[in-house]
C-alpha cells in the first residue's frame, strides 16, 4: 500500500518570496502525481499534473518536478491569492492523496 | 466548459443511508471518469471511488467496499453516490470531480463539483 507524505505540514512564506512544497510517495509513481490548491469553503483546484504539467489557467509561477517518489510544488513568488493548503495526489494506483501543506502568511 | 452540480446538503440518522447527485452540463460526460472524494471538517481528502459512465462499471477504495454505490446515468449526465450505513465519522463535504483523461477513473480531477454537506448525527 502506498502512503503519500508532505514537508513541511505549514510553510510561512512572505508575498513574493519563493515556496517549495515536497511530496513523496513510499514506492514509485512515475509521473502519476498531480498538485491541488484548496481554500476555505472551496474545492480543491487542479495546478499541476503528471508531476509537471500544468493545468488550464494556471500561471507559470506554479511550476512542478520530480519523477518516482520525490516531488516539488514550487511557487516562485508568492502572491495574496496563494496562501492556501496544497495537496499532492498519486494515480499510479488509485488515488491517493497527501495529507496537505498548509501556506500562510509570514 | 464543463460543470459539475451537487445536490444539497443532508442530515442524516446514524444507520440511514445518503444519496448525492451530481449533474453534469456543458461538455462531454460518459468517456470522463467521475469520482467522488470526501473531506471530514478540518481534516484531508479522500478518494471514495468512481465511474466511466459510458461503461457503467465502478471501482472503489477498499475502505468503502461494501458500503458505497456510485452510479451514473447518461441520459441526464448525473452521477450518483449512496453510502449506507451512515456514522457519525461519515461527517464530511462530498465531491464528485472529473478525471482529466478519458476512460481512466484514477487520474488527476480537473473539474470539481461546488461539495455536499452530509451531517451524521442523532
Known amino acids: 500500500e502506498i502512503v503519500m507524505t508532505q514537508s513541511p505540514a505549514t510553510l510561512s512564506v512572505s508575498p513574493g518570496e519563493r515556496a517549495t512544497l515536497s511530496c513523496r510517495a513510499s514506492?514509485?509513481?512515475?509521473?502519476?502525481l498531480a498538485w491541488y490548491q484548496q481554500k476555505p469553503g472551496q474545492a480543491p483546484r487542479l495546478l499541476i499534473y503528471?508531476?509537471?504539467t500544468r493545468a488550464t489557467g494556471i500561471p507559470a509561477r506554479f511550476s512542478g518536478s520530480g519523477s518516482g517518489t520525490e516531488f516539488t510544488l514550487t511557487i516562485s513568488s508568492l502572491q495574496s491569492e496563494d496562501f492556501a493548503v496544497y495537496y499532492c495526489q498519486q494515480y499510479n494506483n488509485w488515488p491517493l492523496f497527501g495529507p496537505g501543506t498548509k501556506v500562510d502568511i509570514k | 466548459q464543463v460543470q459539475l452540480v451537487q445536490s444539497g446538503a443532508e442530515v442524516k440518522k446514524p444507520g440511514s443511508s445518503v444519496k448525492v447527485s451530481c449533474k453534469a452540463s456543458?461538455?462531454?460526460?460518459?468517456?470522463?471518469?467521475i469520482s467522488w472524494v470526501r473531506q471530514a471538517p478540518g481534516q484531508g481528502l479522500e478518494w471514495m471511488g468512481g465511474?466511466?459512465?459510458?461503461?457503467?462499471?465502478?471501482n472503489y477504495a477498499q475502505k468503502f467496499q461494501g458500503r458505497v454505490t456510485i452510479t451514473a446515468d447518461e441520459s441526464t449526465s448525473t452521477a450518483y453516490m449512496e453510502l449506507s450505513s451512515l456514522r457519525s465519522e461519515d461527517t464530511a463535504v462530498y465531491y464528485c470531480?472529473?478525471?482529466?483523461?478519458?476512460?481512466?477513473?484514477?487520474?488527476?480531477?480537473?473539474?470539481w463539483g461546488q461539495g455536499t454537506m452530509v451531517t451524521v448525527s442523532s
Open positions: 456543458g461538455g462531454t460526460f460518459s468517456s470522463y471518469a
Open positions: 465511474i466511466i459512465p459510458i461503461f457503467g462499471t465502478a
Open positions: 503528471g508531476a509537471s
Open positions: 514506492q514509485s509513481v512515475s509521473s502519476n
Open positions: 470531480a472529473r478525471s482529466v483523461v478519458v476512460v481512466i477513473i484514477s487520474g488527476a480531477f480537473d473539474i
